[in-house]
T-cell receptor, first 111, second 113 residues
Framework: GQQLNQSPQSMFIQEGEDVSMNCTSS?????WLWYKQDPGEGPVLLIALYKAGELTSNGRLTAQFGITRKDSFLNISASIPSDVGIYFCAGPGNRDDKIIFGKGTRLHILP | KAGVTQTPRYLIKTRGQQVTLSCSPI?????VSWYQQTPGQGLQFLFE???????NKGNFPGRFSGRQFSNSRSEMNVSTLELGDSALYLC????????????FGPGTRLTVL
């Protein structure tokens, strides 16, 4: 079935650094979603992308929908402690509307 | 606007028992989806309900079932619990069926002993 591969699995960065993570698939996705999950909470939608090549920002977050429709990346600029958490990419499957999630990128910020 | 609520937040059961979890979607949202989250498998889709009908189903055994009421509240039931059912169960609501902009609740942490 369709799968989303996220990399890296985890990241350790210094506060203030920029962060980049990506998500790839062997099949085409028509929508890319980026979620963040804080400990003990459900995921929160950060950015939704609907068009190939689309670049969308939400504050310090920027995400792009790859031209091939098989990848997407999420950048976080000037990281702060509250950016800690797990970032998931997701998208609806092609055969049905089931949302498929990547395994997540866990972001750690060193003091 | 109140967010998605799930009850209970934590639950401990023993193998063989059954459990019912509840989800109240955001007011006006008619679609409720359920997910199982485990460290090994990540977030996996269980099923989606829209207007009291199951619209989509993931690859889980028949021990996992759900329903939706006329006020859009949803319940999921797991019968004959197994140790591997220990997980965080999340529900998400959206305005329309198959909606990609889903809003998640905080989850119910189920531990099976």
């Amino acid at each position: 079935g369709q799968q989303l591969n996220q990399s890296p699995q985890s990241m350790f960065i210094q506060e203030g650094e920029d962060v980049s993570m990506n998500c790839t698939s062997s099949s085409i996705f028509n929508t890319w979603l980026w979620y963040k999950q804080d400990p003990g909470e459900g995921p929160v939608l950060l950015i939704a992308l609907y068009k190939a090549g689309e670049l969308t920002s939400n504050g310090r977050l920027t995400a792009q929908f790859g031209i091939t429709r098989k990848d997407s990346f999420l950048n976080i600029s000037a990281s702060i402690p509250s950016d800690v958490g797990i970032y998931f990419c997701a998208g609806p499957g092609n055969r049905d509307d089931k949302i498929i999630f990547g395994k997540g990128t866990r972001l750690h910020i060193l003091p | 606007k109140a967010g998605v609520t799930q009850t209970p937040r934590y639950l401990i059961k023993t193998r063989g028992q059954q459990v019912t979890l509840s989800c109240s979607p955001i007011s006006g949202h008619r679609s409720v989806s359920w997910y199982q989250q485990t460290p090994g498998q990540g977030l996996q889709f269980l099923f989606e309900y829209f207007s009291e009908t199951q619209r989509n189903k993931g690859n889980f055994p028949g021990r996992f079932s759900g329903r939706q009421f006329s006020n859009s509240r949803s319940e999921m039931n797991v019968s004959t619990l197994e140790l591997g059912d220990s997980a965080l169960y999340l529900c998400a609501s959206s305005l329309k069926s198959g909606g990609t902009e889903q809003f998640f609740g905080p989850g119910t942490r189920l531990t099976v002993l």
